[in-house]
């Protein structure tokens, strides 16, 4: 017979470990990194009076069928106060988040319907969405009582977990944590989810996080956590809550949590660019060395560019026009530029050295940054040498890419160890 657990501030790593078994039994997570993200994000709402801003966890995949209504389901039995959304009117959100008992931990499943093509009217969600990370942030609304116009203020700021197919926009990207969901393979098994077997493990869980909120809610958020080397600026926001929870839970979670913010935080910064950093960055493809060039040109050049959209951007390709219209939000114009042929329209690498200084060199530095992040930089924040960590004795041989997935184990669901962008086996 198991011996009861006893609430004490120091089982918080026992906790967490026994949240991350029960939830890895049902939900096929990508990486360990993930895995890690998504028990410190629910221990998280379990203090949100604590935190200045609270992330977003978003289960993102391109296809139906990754498990991202999975991991929202089993979410929903570990968090205080869930709402489960799907299609949900904005006026309902808001007055849940007004709970006088407390906000709840929105869990917000097929989320691209609120952001992607077939959205419709969901302006006031998605600006709950956007706005509510942050503390103390609301939603004015004006109401009529008979006759009489009255304004509101209702709270925004809660917990959310997003589940939907595809990316978010940039806005809410940047202020969440990203799980790239995908679908199992064949060797890959987890147990099937049934909600009158697993509720009752799930309910000894959920009272257990409880417990320990309270007994830890002075320490939990008393200090800013170290970040490692890299994180910075939003990134830092979204991950100050997750990595403060960790260093109160003690054990090896401070150092897999920093491990897990590296290797996500690279991630992300890895992925697609905004269409008009992928236009900067092109543009310096572009002009290679050369100071000027006339618009007839530089659009020539970019047509033939493979890879890139600008000969078929949503059916047509981009002209002056629209080339001038996007590089103005960058405060560039352009200018006469003397050619053979005469004087043309067109542009010069100065006025560009700004914005490709800003944008274009800034996807790189950070990746930078998180590459030199090594495991002993990590023990180095901790404060303490790893104890007794899954992966602390695993050897890992160089990633070409220097990236942090190359560096640190990043186990998959089956125990292969690979790097994230070439998919190299650990030796």
Not at 123 to 143: Q, S, W, Y
Not at 174 to 203: C, F, H, K, Q, Y
Not at 226 to 243: C, F, K, N, Q
Request: aromatic share 6%; with cysteine; glycine share 8%.
């Amino acid at each position: 017979m198991t011996a009861a657990w006893t609430p004490d501030p120091a089982n918080g790593a026992e906790l967490l470990a026994d949240v991350e078994a029960f939830v890895r039994r049902f939900v096929a997570y990508p990486s360990d990194a993930a895995l890690v993200a998504h028990v410190l994000w629910i221990a998280h709402t379990w203090f949100m009076d604590a935190w200045e801003s609270t992330p977003r966890i978003a289960f993102l995949s391109p296809e139906p069928g990754s498990g991202k209504s999975r991991a929202l389901e089993v979410s929903e039995l570990l968090v205080p106060r869930p709402v489960h959304a799907v299609n949900t009117t904005p006026a309902y959100l808001f007055r849940k988040v007004s709970d006088p008992d407390g906000a709840p931990t929105i869990l917000y499943d097929e989320i691209d319907t609120v952001f992607g093509p077939r959205a419709k009217d969901n302006e006031d969600v998605r600006g709950m969405l956007n706005a509510g990370h942050r503390r103390g942030a609301t939603a004015g609304r004006c109401v009529v009582r008979g006759k009489v116009v009255e304004t509101e203020e209702l709270p925004a700021y809660c917990a959310v977990a997003l589940a939907g197919l595809n990316d978010l926009p940039d806005t809410l990207m940047t202020r969440s944590v990203v799980i790239r969901m995908r679908r199992r393979a064949p060797g890959e098994r987890i147990e099937p989810w049934r909600l009158r077997i697993n509720a009752p493990d799930a309910d000894k869980l959920h009272d257990r996080l409880l417990d320990w909120s309270h007994q830890t809610r002075d320490l939990v958020g008393a200090s800013w956590p170290e970040m490692p080397t890299g994180i910075e600026d939003r990134a830092a926001d979204v991950w100050e809550a997750l990595l403060a929870v960790a260093d109160v839970a003690g054990g090896t979670w401070p150092e897999r949590a920093r491990r897990s913010a590296v290797a996500l935080v690279a991630d992300s910064m890895a992925g697609a660019p905004s269409l008009g950093v992928l236009l900067l960055r092109d543009l310096k493809a572009v002009f290679a060395g050369r100071d000027k060039l006339p618009t007839e040109t530089i659009l020539g050049d970019l047509h033939d560019l493979d890879e890139s959209p600008w000969a078929d951007l949503r059916g047509k390709r981009v002209d002056a026009r629209w080339l001038s219209r996007h590089l103005g939000k960058y405060e560039v114009a352009s200018r006469n530029v003397r050619t053979p042929d005469g004087i043309r329209k067109g542009y010069y690498a100065g006025d560009l050295a700004d914005p490709w200084t800003r944008y274009v060199a800034d996807q790189e530095e950070p990746l930078r940054k998180l590459g030199e992040t090594t495991k002993s930089d990590a023990t180095e924040v901790v404060g303490r040498p790893p104890q007794g960590s899954a992966t602390s004795a695993t050897p890992l041989r160089a990633c070409p890419h220097g990236i942090p997935g190359g560096s640190f184990p990043d186990p998959f669901v089956g125990g292969r160890l690979r790097c994230p962008e070439c998919a190299m086996e650990a030796a």
